[in-house]
């Protein structure tokens, strides 16, 4: 079956610019998360969604991140406007259900250079 | 916050079985522990999890400690390909599918 796909892999933006990100899980799979890997940390949960409902997104900066999952298949993850601590790989991951012993399957990721 | 406890790094000779510790002394007895890795500029592979019992897959073996306050992951026959970082999770939740990774352990198979 096909993984977790992820656009664009590379994005180089300066501060104060807007960038989105976009995720399409595997077929199927209700829930999906965004989660931010800073160089040389595990990854950060930003946003959980179940379907096209937002499940937790207490790390979520809202003043300048949004994510939308508006048909409850593929999302989107903007920042708006962005500033050199955003400097990150963004990976999508999904999971078929949302219980403690769903396997989550991640993307690729999309490493993000804010200059 | 992760509530999980890594060695940073180890070393293992290819071909032979790489033993990775952890340790989850707050462990509650509704969470499970779970196992990921992550190979240069991949994301995150699921590897293995359990709750009490010892687990075995194709990838590893999972021995969970009677009182649940650590566990190790096994690796039987590494290979160079099983270099990566890997992470040691406790799974916030019952209903919940938030994963909190720490630091974990690097890897490094040597040949």
């Known amino acids: 079956e096909a993984g977790v796909a992820q656009s664009p892999r590379y994005k180089i933006i300066e501060k104060r610019q807007s960038v989105a990100f976009w995720c399409n899980p595997i077929?199927?799979?209700?829930?999906l998360y965004w989660y931010q890997q800073i160089l040389g940390q595990g990854p950060k949960l930003l946003i959980q969604?179940?379907?096209?409902?937002?499940?937790?997104d207490s790390q979520l900066p809202k003043d300048r991140f949004s994510a939308e999952r508006l048909k409850g298949v593929d999302s989107t993850l903007k920042i708006q406007p962005a500033k050199l601590e955003d400097s990150a790989v963004y990976l999508c991951?999904?999971?078929?259900?949302?219980?403690?012993?769903?396997?989550?399957?991640f993307g690729p990721g999309t490493r993000l250079t804010v200059l | 916050d992760a509530k999980t406890t890594q060695p940073t790094s180890m070393d293992c000779a290819e071909g032979r079985a790489a033993n990775l510790p952890c340790n989850h002394s707050?462990?509650?007895?509704?969470?499970?522990v779970y196992w990921y890795r992550q190979i240069h500029s991949q994301g995150p592979q699921y590897i293995i999890h359990?709750?009490?019992n010892n687990e075995t897959n194709e990838m590893a073996s999972l021995i969970i400690t009677e009182d649940r306050k650590s566990s190790t992951l096994i690796l039987p026959h590494a290979t160079l390909r099983d270099t990566a970082v890997y992470y040691c999770?406790?799974?916030?939740?019952?209903?919940?599918?938030?994963?909190?990774f720490g630091q974990g352990t690097t890897l490094q198979v040597k040949p």
């Open positions: 359990g709750l009490k």
């Open positions: 707050t462990i509650s007895g509704n969470e499970y």
């Open positions: 969604f179940q379907n096209n409902g937002v499940v937790d």
């Open positions: 999770i406790v799974r916030v939740g019952s209903n919940t599918g938030k994963l909190i």
């Open positions: 077929s199927g799979h209700a829930t």
């Open positions: 991951a999904s999971s078929l259900v949302l219980r403690a012993g769903g396997e989550q399957f």
